[in-house]
């Protein structure tokens, strides 16, 4: 069993940066894959980002990349996402998971999720 806690989101001006983290309970953190999911009002839920469990390999959105890091600390149990040139359209609630499935893990491959927390950009 693993639980995810996200922290650091909040409200942020267009063109600023926020960097979100999720906190994962557990010994066995290291043998996830990691992803980051949005999900924003009346849409459904989208793939972000995610890193291989060693941390050697990473995949984004075409919308995110360039501007978000995905990036792991398996001594910390902890994954993180650097959003830079936010954008109105990041708004959403963002969610990290955890997959135990073969790399690269599919949207539908995840076996933990996170309770989500809310990001707001501002124009």
């Known amino acids: 069993q693993v639980r995810l806690v996200e922290s650091g989101g909040g409200l942020v001006q267009a063109g600023g940066s926020l960097r979100l983290s999720c906190a994962a309970s557990g010994r066995t953190f290291s043998s996830y894959h990691m992803g980051w999911f949005r999900q924003a009002p009346g849409k459904e839920r989208e793939f972000v980002a995610r890193?291989?469990?060693?941390?050697?390999?990473?995949t984004y959105a075409d919308s995110v990349k360039g501007r978000f890091t995905i990036s792991r600390d398996n001594a910390k149990n902890t994954v993180y996402l650097q959003m830079n040139s936010l954008k109105p359209e990041d708004t959403a609630v963002y969610y990290c998971?955890?997959?135990?499935?073969?790399?690269?893990?599919?949207?539908?491959?995840?076996?933990?999720w996170g309770q989500g927390i809310q990001v707001t950009v501002s124009s």
């Open positions: 998971a955890a997959s135990a499935k073969q790399w690269p893990p599919g949207s539908g491959d995840y076996d933990y």
């Open positions: 890193i291989s469990a060693s941390g050697g390999s990473t």
